[in-house]
């Protein structure tokens, strides 16, 4: 089994400011998670900033994280840094 959580930080600014968005995967197992591809658009008006993937690699043009693997009992997380719409 596997959940995500996804969350923003923080939770009011101002127009024109940078926030954080933060998606966790989890795997549960019993096995390892192989393949693994999450895909995470910004919301509309949103402009991409920077990633920070713990594994893998993210494309902002597609939203694909392409994580790979997640051992049992492993989780990983991506960061994504955006400027909200002004």
């Not at 600014?13 to 549960?28: D, E, I, K, Q």
Request: hydrophobic share 40%; no cysteine; charged share 5%.
């Amino acid at each position: 089994d596997s959940s995500w959580t996804h969350s923003v930080a923080p939770a009011s600014v101002f127009a024109g400011a940078n926030v954080v968005f933060t998606v966790t995967v989890a795997n549960a197992g019993p096995d390892i998670a192989t393949g693994v591809v999450v895909r995470d658009l910004l919301p509309a008006g949103y402009t991409f900033v920077s990633a920070s993937p713990s594994t893998g690699t993210y494309d902002p043009g597609t939203g694909l994280w392409t994580v790979g693997g997640i051992p049992a009992g492993g989780s990983v997380s991506l960061s994504l840094t955006a400027q909200t719409p002004e």
